[in-house]
């Protein structure tokens, strides 16, 4: 990582309020360069707080932004962070729709040239393509990194009909914790009480929101509050990693955008920008790469970003399983179009008489964590014991062979039971027998009792299968905490190899157009401080079999607890557990819970203020059962307290 000191531009920030048309004024942060001519503008909107949880992330790139000739602005949606407002639900219109004035309102400054970018990761992302949707007029251009795109195969919140387990829990566990933080006295003032205890009073936990549309319920309404490709009109550089759940919102992006205003980007990272230096890498010169995407779409600059593919891609070389690797091997490859002309489907045909899958209902305590962050226990380990868990299916692999795309599973299944599940897994099973996880994916089962074909993809990946080796496909009935088992997932079903492919999309092993990046640069650090602790640091990923009950229970750290002393004087202290449980036996048995605990304190005010969550899903035939409990204090004195208790029907369709 090379940190930049100097820049075209000496620049300064400042802190700005933005008025919606409601009145509603939004917390903002502008770096500008010093300069007497206008410029163009790229905004960052996301429903985070830019004065503590994305400060450290937002010095690495505003600055250097602005130090390149941009105002790179920075804004808490409402109801976040200090910024006005009751918060809205991440499917809101008037979330966007509030993204759509504060574009028009920073193009109406008089430092602002009329030309507007936007960017973002995850929810940040999601905002960025929503807001580009509804097509306001100074919006040029688009940068969404590893976020979803609305489409019905790539919802964070279920998985081709089965309700995502792990994601609803961690999302929804953490934004009920991080939506009860109050305002920060330092910048919202003498009335930031007020402003807390107006939000409190309006949260409700959104994992219900979550349950009551399920899949298999009508899709979620069109318009402010979701992604038409058709109607967007900005240019869209999309972006992402191997590693984030996500990935496949850049093949949809450019099968759906016209060619002269759309690029892709996929390397071999996990859900974080590609200039983090976070495992897996390699990173690179992102900022750069995007600087030449703003350049041309917003000062007409020509820096050649249309003549390069129209996707490039890392083509990762065969590693060991291992759960955190610094950098993997591979080769960058770019494709003139998508799909890929140098792309072809290979069918492989299963092989074997019928065969029964009854997997123990703990398949899947070693899939990894559901969007892997950099962390040291984020990557599947090694997949002997899953496959074990699984029917497996093998083939040789004579020659080398380069996958890039979205593999397909086709199974002839038979089901006893009115439903069930499906996993696919495919991995690359080396000579010493260690198997690493190259891909997966997953279908809910209604078959009613009777046979059915199960037609699927797997999420995108771009692998090189390494002569010598076997691919497998392995197939399970469960895969816990990744997806919620169904009531009578336990029975499992009978497959067919007869009629049964898996089809990969093998691509030429010629490299095609040359890639390459810069070397990742960021402007200076924040400086941000970890005081030293005695205490020692819990694992990050425990999996912990009760024996005699049957009983499999996994632990994770959702963060990296402590506390983080900032340069303005705040201190915050966070730790969080989420606990999963299972019997091998029982799918009613599966259960979730999440602790979450944050801390906000100013000593020289003095403040503190905590947040105390705990948000709790279980499950019976019939219902998903939550229960969610917050406690908020000022100076060690409870100000609120509530509990939710919900039974949501589970979607019988």
């Known amino acids: 990582m090379r940190i930049r000191t100097s820049f075209p531009h000496d620049t300064a920030h400042e802190d700005l309020r933005v008025p919606l048309a409601d009145g509603t004024l939004l917390h903002a942060r502008v770096w500008r360069p010093l300069t007497d001519e206008p410029v163009p503008v790229i905004l960052e909107y996301a429903p ?3 004065t503590d949880s994305t400060a450290a992330r937002d010095a690495q790139r505003h600055p250097w932004y602005a130090g390149h000739g941009y105002a790179s602005v920075r804004v808490d949606a409402r109801g976040y962070g200090n910024s006005e407002g009751l918060p809205a639900d991440g499917r809101s219109a008037l979330e966007t729709a509030d993204g759509v004035d504060v574009v028009l309102w920073l193009a109406g400054r008089p430092w602002c040239d009329g030309r507007v970018g936007m960017f973002g990761i995850g929810r ?50 953490a934004a009920l914790a991080r939506v009860c933080l109050p305002p920060d006295p330092s910048y919202a003032g003498q009335d930031w009480r007020d402003l807390w205890l107006k ?40 972006v992402s990693g191997w590693h ?24 071999p990272w996990p859900h974080r920008y590609p200039d983090r230096d976070r495992p897996p890498g390699p990173a690179i010169g992102f900022l750069q790469e995007t600087l030449r995407w703003w350049d041309h779409w917003l000062k007409g600059a020509d820096t050649g970003v249309l003549r390069e593919p129209l996707l490039r891609s890392y083509v990762t070389d065969a590693h060991r399983p291992a759960t955190a690797h ?77 996958v890039l795309g ?34 997966r994916g997953m279908l809910d089962l209604a078959a009613e009792g009777s046979s059915q074909t199960a037609d699927f993809s797997l999420s995108a990946v771009g692998y090189a299968f390494p002569a010598g080796h076997r691919i497998r496909l392995a197939v399970s009935s469960a895969y816990w905490p990744w997806v919620w088992p169904e009531p009578e997932s336990a029975a499992g079903f009978t497959l067919d190899p007869a009629g049964s492919t898996l089809e990969l999309p093998v691509r ?43 009983v499999w229970r996994l632990e994770v750290l959702p963060v990296r607890g402590g506390t983080r002393a900032y340069p303005d004087g705040l201190e915050l202290t966070e730790e969080a ?52 409990e917050v406690v908020c204090t000022e100076g060690g004195e409870v100000v609120f307290h509530r509990t939710w208790e919900r039974r949501i029907p589970r979607t019988a369709d």
């Open 48 to 50: 985070d707080r830019l």
């Open 124 to 173: 940040g992302g999601l905002s960025s393509l929503r807001v580009a949707a509804l097509a306001p007029e100074p919006l040029r251009a688009v940068v969404a990194v590893c976020c979803a795109d609305d489409h019905p195969d790539n919802e964070p919140h279920s998985a081709s009909g089965s309700v995502r387990a792990e994601e609803v829990q961690t999302r929804s566990a």
């Open 199 to 238: 939000r409190l009073e309006a949260v409700s936990p959104v994992v219900h929101a979550w349950l009551d549309q399920q899949p298999g319920d009508a899709p979620w309404p069109q318009g402010g509050g979701s992604v038409d490709p058709d109607a967007i009109r900005a240019a869209v550089l999309a």
């Open 244 to 267: 984030d759940p996500y990935r496949d919102t850049v093949l949809h992006l450019l099968e759906r955008l016209p060619a002269d205003r759309v690029r892709g980007l996929l390397g």
């Open 326 to 402: 610094p950098s993997l091997p591979g080769r960058w490859t770019g494709e003139p179009a998508w799909p890929s002309p140098l792309v072809t489907p290979v069918a492989y045909a299963l092989q074997g008489a019928p065969v029964v899958v009854r997997s123990p209902m703990h398949t899947g305590v070693d899939a990894g964590r559901f969007r892997p962050l950099g962390h040291d226990a984020d990557l599947p380990p090694d997949q002997r014991e899953e496959d074990a868990r699984s029917v497996c299916f093998e083939f040789e692999v004579g020659e080398e062979t380069w």
């Open 406 to 439: 979205r593999p397909r599973v086709r199974l002839r299944l038979s089901c006893a039971t009115p439903r069930g599940q499906v996993a696919a897994r495919l991995c690359d099973v080396a000579p010493d027998g260690s198997s690493t996880l190259v891909t």
């Open 508 to 550: 030429s092993r010629r490299a095609g157009a040359e890639v390459a990046f810069e070397e990742p640069e960021q402007a200076g650090p924040l400086g941000v401080s970890l005081p030293a602790t005695l205490d020692e640091p819990r694992p990050e990923r425990v999996v912990v079999r009760e024996v005699a009950e049957g």
């Open 577 to 628: 557990l989420e606990t999963y449980t299972i019997r091998a036996d029982d799918p009613l048995s599966a259960r979730a819970r999440t602790e979450w605990s944050i801390g906000l304190h100013r000593p020289e005010l003095p403040w503190a203020a905590t947040v105390r969550t705990r948000s709790e899903i279980g499950c019976d035939a019939e219902h998903f059962v939550t229960s969610d």
